[in-house]
Structure formats: structure tokens, C-alpha cells
């Protein structure tokens, strides 16, 4: 019970600053579950095209869900336990995974949507995402240099 608390109590304590990182575990997580629930949701928008072209849905959900597991593994460990002085450079990490797959799944909503095949408004909401991860790799690393001192 003990160690309930000691994480809950940590959450707690640095949501209000990680609140942007715990928002990215949400399109993460659901968007591999959309992937898993709909196995044929490529087929359904030629938005998809090109990530169709490299990879199916099944790999995508389980990158989706690999990457917000880290995320959130990673929110958990921060601030929990103070002898552990990493738990920025675990966020930065996550944050660069997340970095990873949004530019890939906004790559490949762009490249459709250059083609003809798409929608941008795709690319749009896409990048916003990865945006958002690159602001959480800047405050992590900020927060990296902040330690080391």
C-alpha cells in the first residue's frame, strides 16, 4: 500500500508541471487502440497510404501502445522515488519515442496528402502532436540541465 501511495503522492506533486507529457499519453495510447480495434482503418481514408505502405495496423497499434506504455512508465518514476536522479533523462527519452512515431505518422500523412491521397487537415492535427512532443523534449532536457547543477 505503501508504494500506491509513494506514486500516487508523485503523480500528484509534478502533474501540474508534466501535464503536457500526460496529455501525449492519451492520442498515444487511444490511437493504438483505433489501430488494434479497426484493423481495416486504413482502408477506410487514403490518409493512410502511406503509412499502409509501410507497415499495417497491427504494427502501428502495437508501436502506438509501446510508446504511450513508455510515456507513462516513465510520468510514474518521476518525482516517485528521490534517490533516483534519472527520471528527467527517462522523459526525455520518452519524449524523443514520441517524437519518433508522430513525425513518422505525420510524414506519412503528408506524403499522402502531397500525393493527392489525403486530407491535410490530417497533417494539421498530426504535427500539432508533434509539436507538443518536441516542447516535452525541451523541458525535459531543460530540466536535465537543472539537475546536473
Do not use: Y
Amino acid at each position: 500500500m505503501l508504494i500506491v501511495r509513494r506514486i500516487s503522492r508523485g503523480v500528484a506533486d509534478h502533474f501540474p508541471i508534466r501535464v503536457s507529457e500526460w496529455v501525449m499519453v492519451h492520442p498515444t495510447f487511444w490511437m493504438g487502440v483505433a489501430l488494434m480495434a479497426q484493423p481495416d482503418i486504413f482502408d477506410s481514408s487514403p490518409s493512410f497510404a502511406e503509412l499502409a505502405r509501410w507497415a499495417d495496423e497491427r504494427v502501428w497499434s502495437s508501436i502506438a501502445i509501446l510508446c504511450a506504455f513508455i510515456r507513462f512508465t516513465a510520468l510514474m518514476v518521476n518525482g516517485t522515488f528521490r534517490g533516483f536522479t534519472k527520471s528527467p533523462h527517462l522523459r526525455a527519452f520518452a519524449s524523443f519515442v514520441g517524437v519518433a512515431f508522430w513525425s513518422q505518422v505525420t510524414l506519412g500523412f503528408a506524403i499522402a496528402a502531397g500525393a493527392g491521397e489525403g486530407a491535410w487537415t490530417a497533417v494539421a492535427v498530426h504535427s500539432t502532436l508533434l509539436l507538443l512532443e518536441l516542447v516535452n523534449v525541451h523541458r525535459s532536457f531543460s530540466d536535465i540541465g537543472k539537475s546536473a547543477r
